[in-house]
Structures are given as C-alpha cells and as structure tokens.
C-alpha cells in the first residue's frame, strides 16, 4: 500500500505540474493572451514601450504613478518600471529612516515636503485600489528638532523665516523653553532650536512602497525585473541659437537583461526617467552621459555616487518618552523614537574623510562607539546607558555637487528625464517629485512647483543649490 | 492586359538582379513606369467594358481600382525605405518581392473575368500580406494579428467557393460578362438564402463589416507601413468590388436579405467613428476610421441604385488615398518618435512645417471637405440612403460629424499646442517622404477636378 501511495504522489505530483502548464498555454492562446508560438516570452518585458523608467523605488513608482494620474486620455501612455532588484535588499527607500520634515532652506525643498506630507496624510485618497485594505502609513506627526549652537543660530533663523514664507509651521525655540519642553534635553551648547510642529515626523516607507506599487500596478504599468544593460541613440548633429555645434541624443531603444540569464530584450522607447537612486551615476554613463572633454557640457557627468550611512537601534529604558521628536545635534548626530518600547533609530553622517567603502552594506558597529554614542550621550544624559540591539547600512544617491536632487530632461540626452540625487532626503520629496517630473514630461514645464533649479545644467554652469545646513 | 502583368512580373528578377544600392531607385522608378501604362485603361467607353481577352477585362468600376493598385506600389516602397534600412540585402528583396507579388496578384483580381479566378486570386493575396505583417512587424502582437487577418477572411471566403461552384454548375459559367446578361431572378428560397449568405460573407469580413471587423485594428497597428498601406488602401477595395459584381447573380433577394447587413452597417459606422474619439494610439485611429468609411460603402452597395453604386466607387478611390497618406503621415512621426502614442508627439507644426501642411490637407481629404472626391462619394451615398429610408439620414449626419471631430482631433493633437521636450532633435522631413505625400493628394486633388472618371 505504501509504495503504491508513494508512487500516486509522484505521478500526481508531475501531472499537476504538466495541467498547469498545458493551462498556460491555452490561456495564451485564446483571444485576448499575448502568444508566441516561438517560444514563451511571458518573462520578458514588451517589445515596446512609450516611457522606460530605470529603477522601481519610490521615486520611480511615484514618476510612474504621477505619469498615468496625469495623462489627459486615460491608459494613454504605457509604462515599463524595469528594476533589478525584486525584494528591494539594497535600495535605498526601505533602508531609509522614514522622517519628512519641511525645515530646508531651500524654498523648493519646503514646497515639495509641503505636498509630499498632503499626500500622505491623504495616501488613502491617493493609491486606493479597488477591493484592496487601505494603507496604514503609521505616521508618527512628533515634529523635527533641530538645535543650532552660537555660530549657526543667524542660520537657522533664516532657514525658518523661509519656511514659514512657504507656509511650513515652525518654531523657535530658546534653551529655557527647550528645557521645559523637553527636559531629558542637556541644553548645554545650544543656542537655538527650531521645532516642527505640524506635518514633520517619520513614516513607514515600505509601505508607501508596496501602496504605490499596488496602485501602479492597477492602472496598468508593467514591471520588469530586469537590469538595463544598454541604450541604444542616435544623435543629431544641431547647431543652437548662438551658432555653436551640439550632438543632441535620443535613446530609441534599451536593452533590459533578465535576472540571472543571459537573456536580454530590446525595448523601444520615445521616454527614459532615470531614477536608479544610488545608481544613477552608473545608468547615465550607459547613456554616455559626461563622455566628452571636461568642462563641457557633454563632459559634465551626472555626479550621483554611492555613500553608505549606517542605522542604529537601539533599547534605553530609561529614554525619552512619547513627545520625542526627531533630534537633530549640531554635531551631525540624530535619533528618533521607534515605537512605543523605548526604542530609538539614529546614526551620523560622517565626515567626507571617514567615508565608508559603499561596496557592501556591512555595519560598522565601532562607528557607532566612536562617532554616534558620544555626542547622544552628552545631549541626552539619559543615552549613557543603552543597549543597541541591531544596526543596518542603506545607500544614499548622494549627490557630489550640491547634495540635492537632479530633476528634469538632460539638455543634450533629451530624452532622457532624472529623478535622482536627493542625498538622503528622497523618500520624503517622492510624491511630490514624481509629479513634477510627470508634468515636465507631458506638459513640457513645470506646473504646480517650479523645480528650474534643479535641472541638470546646473553642473555645467556651476550654480549651486546648497542647504544652508547649521551643522 | 499583358503589358500591365507582364513588366510587373519581371519586376521580380529586377529586384534580386539589381546592385544592392540600386534596389530602390529601380523598383520605384519601374513601378511608376508601370502605373503610367495602366492610366489609359481609365478611358472608359460609357456603359460597356473594354474586354481585352477571354481572362482579363476592365470597365469603369475596375479600371480606377487599376490604376489605384498600381500607383500604390512605388509609393510603398518609397514608404518602406527607412525601416528596412537596417535589414541584409537579401531580406530588403524578399520584402520588395513580396509586394510585387501582392501587386500582381491584385492587378489580376481586378481586372478577372471569370469569378473562379477571381476568388483564387483573391484568397492567394492573403499569402504575401500574411507573410509582411508577421515577418515585418513591429511588435509580438503581430503573430496575433496575422492569425486574425488570415482566418477571419478564410472563414468567410470558403463559403464563397462552395457558391460559386454551385452556380458554374447551375448556370453553366462563370465568367462575369456572360453572367450579367443570363442572371436570373432568384426566389426566396432557404437554399437561395443560403446562397446569398454564402456570396456576401466573404465581402463582407473583407470590407469589413461592423460585428466582423475586429481584425482590421489589429492588423493596421501591427504591420509595417507598406503592409498598412497596402492593407487600407486596396485589400478593402476587394470586398467592395467583390460585392458590386457578385450582387448582379443575387437580385431581387437583396433587397430583404440585406437589412440586417445595413443595419450592422449603419450601427457600425457611427460607433467605430465614436470609437476614433478614443483612441491614444495614431494608427489604431486612422484604422478604425476605415472601417467608419467602408461602412458607409457596404450600405452603398446593398441599396444599388446608379447613384450608390457611383458613391461607392468614388469613396473607395478616395478613401484608398486618403486613408495611406494617414498611414504614411503616422510612420513618419513613429520613425522619428519610436511610439505611436499621440500625445508624446505634439506640436510637430512648429518643428516640421511642411510636414504640418500635408497632415492639414489630409486631414482635410479625411472628413470630406468640398470639393474633394471623398466629399462626392459620401454625398451620393447619403442621397441614395435617404432615398431608400429617410430614417438613415439622421445617423448619415452624425457620422459625418464624428468624422469631423476625430479627424481634427487628430490634427490638433498632433500638430498645434507648444511641442515635448523630447522631440527636439527629431530629423526633418526627408524629400523623399515629402514626395511620398504629395504624390498620394496630387491624384486625389486631380480627380477633384474631374471625378467623372472614378464614378462607376
């Protein structure tokens, strides 16, 4: 009786297998299936697409979301998200802290937290699908605190005159009302705090992900995981207004790899968005990006590079309780509260010296010894006795030149759109980039915030767009 | 009839004998020679026909559809110049090869006496566009489409064959000449019904019909743009002509037999206009407005009165023009933009003016603007519909203006507003695809001035 089992189970379990492939293959072939008598090419992406989008992160989803939300008939435009990495191990958006704040001294930095918080506090008016649970961000509103010692307080007051012209609710805090604010607070050093108290606090950014990515989804974008290994131009040989001769390029086809195979699919494209995060740099020089004479404007590179930062969590008891807002020291050094154990999420940025090698992301737990602990003990005297129970490493897509986002059509490569280079604060500018860089592609321009300033010619004629950090 | 098969034929070893940077400028300049021999047939003596053997004849309705198919071949392959550019020398001929034959096969099919050779023509010119769409296609769709272009025809088609064996051997012959004067009255009969089905069905997927039309979309987006030319232009044609000549045997059963088919056809034009409203996708558009336009030219054949009939005939050489300029309008924004989505491609009168104004003007033919031909074929057949029911006049009127607004639609979208920033580097109108578009309206401008001659 056994063997007669055993030998059922086999042949049941082989017939199962050769059912669901027959089904596959009548399925394909009614009317309405996508067959190839060929050979199966379910696994492949399309031949073609209107728009290629490098890179399913959040700031690709939300290009991608923005991108059918916009267009004027509806399933007008097909999209392709081609992304390399289908459990997201290495990108930067889960690895992320979550924290949105609008205390930037950049005008258009505020305006684009200023609606990236809208849109997550409305998230659920945003990405409903159909039939599907809506999304619970578990957004924490406890606010930024940022503290400024004698040499920064003239800086963060203009940083906050800014914001609050741009309609950010922010305050100014003096040691004394820091003290009866918070008083695990060792306000020794500081000369000035500013305090967010409203739309500033952290989020869960995986699940914004998996929001837009089931929105996305619903309205028709296709996904492809897959690496792009090649774009395939052809360039034009124009001469501009003032007489000067430019080679412009346009992408008409990319060739996305699958995973793990040799396998590669040529996809014809009119639109490519670059927004590969920390690999950006590597995507652009495919495009041949930066390839001419430095000081040129084809020599300019994108200049978005790998840097790792490291993630700390750690167990204090005896730490600050519910209120605790997002600290950041003058020292560089942060932390927030993680739930309601008396956890905290921190780190540093180091220096530009104590750079760590970005080839893996290996925690540095001497780091921490080092650079972190210290100056959290000596701001809040309650850190001197914690316990760190885990530590991760992300990739900031660090931009080199102003650390702050490159977005809009590359002037010589013009088919080609950026949504990169936000150094760390990408995942909270996401929406609100997404649509701007949507607008640039339908309409032409931007239309709800002006991002002209962070255009890709800024390289190449070397205008700045700096944070006036009070670090 | 010869002097017309015969060079079109040696076109073939033109081609595989030619140098290679010779191909085009030999297949295209023979092939214009050799439309230039067809345009004397176009001198029709009044009602009869010019019967130049025991195979081959041609009166007023297939002469124009003559010279139609063989102007249409040097401008596809003026057409195709820029896709297959990349190809090896012995694909570009093999392509070339196959519209010779497509060509000369429809060169027979018009002008066939007998209906047997009729129908195996044209079954046989399913083979060569069968092998263009799947071979040269853009996208994977295309297996799909092809599958649907062959069996929707062959469906209906075998039917026909059964019919015309009947009727050789119940009248004795098939040849058309003979038939028109031995035609009898036919009763309504099951059989008979049976018969008429038979006879017209494979007309009608060719035209194509309304509830039978869903391989003509799919078809037009997915093959390249000889094959859309080729497809738009002439092969619908065939089901036209088919029908005009195959209703001579089927009288006086039409005239009951036909109200569902109009009907359809009625229904069908107004909602594939509307369906034009709706469409992203530039070829798919101007694909569904030919099926919009034959439907007004099946109601034309199915009432049959002398005025119809001319309708008909003046629409199907205007829409056949009308319809391929389109065709060639949207390959030379797709080649230059690599998607066929309208909106990504906007404000191209400010880039490509030229270009702006041929589009202007074919749109203009699109939705039968006096005094083009289009305007008189659709207004003879809204006269005869009127006549037959005056009931039809009110979906006539709707449809003429949906076709107004999808048409301008079109143009809008394409050619005003401010341009993408994507597209600034497109290349400019190359001569010869300025050539391509003004040798489709010169004729189509020309017959305006005299449309006796496309007026069956």
Not at chain 1, 220 to 248: P, Q, W
Request: glycine share 8%; proline share 5%.
């Amino acid at each position: 009786a056994h063997d007669v089992k055993t030998v059922g189970r086999l042949g049941g379990g082989d017939r199962d297998g050769k059912m669901s492939e027959i089904k596959k293959k009548i399925q394909s072939i009614l009317p309405g299936g996508d067959w190839n008598p060929l050979y199966d090419t379910s696994h492949l992406p399309p031949e073609s697409s209107d728009v290629v989008i490098v890179g399913g992160g959040v700031l690709g989803l939300s290009v991608a979301y923005w991108l059918k939300k916009l267009e004027k008939p509806r399933g007008a435009i097909r999209v392709l998200v081609v992304e390399r990495d289908h459990t997201y191990s290495r990108a930067s958006t889960v690895l992320s802290v979550g924290g949105i704040r609008q205390q930037f001294s950049v005008p258009e930095n505020v305006q684009l937290s200023l609606f990236s918080i809208d849109f997550l506090r409305n998230i659920n008016e945003y990405l409903a699908v159909a039939d599907d649970p809506p999304l619970d961000i578990q957004f924490n509103p406890s606010g930024y605190l940022l503290l400024a010692s004698e040499k920064g307080a003239a800086i963060m007051e203009n940083n906050v005159k800014v914001q609050r012209q741009e309609g950010a609710k922010v305050c100014l805090m003096s040691p004394e009302q820091l003290r009866n604010k918070f008083p695990w607070i060792n306000t020794e050093g500081v000369a000035l705090a500013s305090y967010g108290m409203e739309h500033e606090g952290w989020f869960d950014p995986w699940c914004l992900l998996q929001g837009l990515r089931r929105k996305v989804q619903s309205m028709g974008v296709l996904f492809c995981r897959g690496e792009v290994t090649r774009f395939m131009s052809s360039s034009n040989l124009m001469k501009t207004a003032s007489g000067e001769e430019v080679n412009l390029k346009r992408i008409h086809e990319v060739h996305v790899k699958i995973d793990q195979s040799l396998e590669y699919q040529p996809v014809e494209c009119a639109i490519v968005i670059n927004a590969a995060g920390a690999w950006s740099g590597q995507v652009a020089e495919l495009a041949g990006i930066g390839k001419g004479p430095p000081g040129t404007l084809q020599g300019t590179k994108l200049p978005v590079e790998l840097r790792k930062r490291y993630v700390y969590l750690w167990h204090c008891p005896q730490g600050p309780g519910l209120e605790t807002p997002f600290v950041i020291d003058p020292s560089g050094t942060y932390f927030r509260r993680e739930g309601l154990g008396h956890n905290y999420l921190g780190g540093c940025s180091p220096t530009e010296e104590e750079e760590p090698d970005p080839g893996n992301l290996e925690v540095d737990h001497d780091f921490f010894q080092d650079r972190v602990w210290p100056p959290l003990a000596q701001r809040v005297p309650a850190f001197e006795t914690l316990k760190v129970r885990s530590a991760w490493a992300g990739y900031y897509d660090y931009n080199t030149f102003d650390q702050n986002g490159v977005v809009g059509p590359h002037p010589l490569v013009i088919n080609m759109y950026f949504a990169t280079g936000f150094s760390g604060h990408g995942l909270q500018q996401a929406p609100a980039v997404g649509r701007a860089v949507a607008e640039m592609v339908l309409e032409g321009h931007f239309q709800t915030i002006n991002l002209s300033s962070f255009l890709f010619s800024r390289f190449y004629s070397g205008e700045k767009v700096q944070e006036h950090n009070i670090i | 009839m010869l002097k017309i098969i015969i060079p079109t034929a040696m076109l073939m070893p033109m081609t595989w004998l030619s140098k290679p940077n010779m191909i085009w400028i030999n297949s295209t300049t023979y092939s214009l020679l050799i439309s230039l021999i067809s345009l004397p047939y176009l001198n029709q003596l009044g009602d009869n026909s010019l019967n130049l053997s025991l195979l081959f004849f041609s009166d007023s309705l297939s002469a124009p559809l003559l010279v139609l198919t063989t102007w249409l071949l040097p401008l596809m392959l003026m057409a195709s110049q820029s896709h297959l550019s990349k190809e090896t020398l012995a694909r570009k001929k093999l392509y070339i090869t196959m519209l010779i034959i497509l060509q000369l096969l429809l060169i027979m099919t018009f002008t066939a006496t007998e209906l047997i050779m009729f129908y195996i023509l044209f079954e046989a010119t399913l083979i060569p566009t069968l092998i263009i769409i799947t071979r040269w296609g853009n996208q994977t769709e295309r297996l799909n489409a092809g599958l649907y272009f062959l069996f929707y025809t062959l469906m209906g088609s075998l039917p026909l064959l059964v019919a015309l064996l009947y009727i050789q051997n119940t009248t004795g012959t098939l040849n058309f000449l003979i038939i028109q004067y031995w035609a009898k009255p036919i009763s309504a009969t099951w059989s008979n019904i049976f018969l008429w089905l038979a006879c017209m069905m494979a007309f009608m997927v060719k035209m194509p019909l309304y509830g039978l039309h869903l391989w003509l979309p799919k078809a037009h987006v997915e093959a390249p743009i000889a094959g859309s030319m080729v497809l738009a232009a002439v092969l619908l044609k065939l089901g036209g002509y088919g029908m005009m000549r195959i209703t001579i045997l089927l009288n006086p059963m039409t005239n009951q037999m036909a109200y569902p088919f109009m009907m359809l056809s009625l229904w069908g034009m107004v909602m594939t206009s509307s369906i034009c409203l709706r469409q992203t996708d530039l070829k798919s558009l101007i694909a569904y407005s030919s099926v919009s336009h034959m439907a007004l030219v099946i109601v034309a054949v199915l009432i049959q009165t002398p005025w119809s009939y001319m309708g008909a005939t003046a629409l199907m050489i205007a829409h056949g023009l009308t319809s391929s300029m389109l065709f060639c309008l949207a390959n030379s924004n797709y080649e230059r933009v690599h998607s066929r989505t309208m909106i990504l491609a906007r404000g191209l009168q400010t880039i490509l003016p030229l270009m702006a104004a041929w589009w202007l003007l074919a749109s203009l033919a699109n939705l039968a603007l006096p005094p083009t031909i289009n305007l008189i074929g659709e207004l003879f057949v809204v006269m005869a519909s009127f006549s037959w029911s005056n009931m039809t006049i009110v979906l006539m009127g709707t449809n003429i203006i949906i076709t107004a607004l999808y048409t301008l639609y079109m143009l809008t979208t394409t050619q005003r507003g401010k341009y993408t920033h994507h597209i600034k580097n497109i290349n400019p109108s190359f001569t010869r695809e300025n050539a391509l578009m003004a040798l489709h309206l010169l004729p189509l401008l020309l017959l305006s001035l005299n449309p006796k001659i496309v007026l069956g």
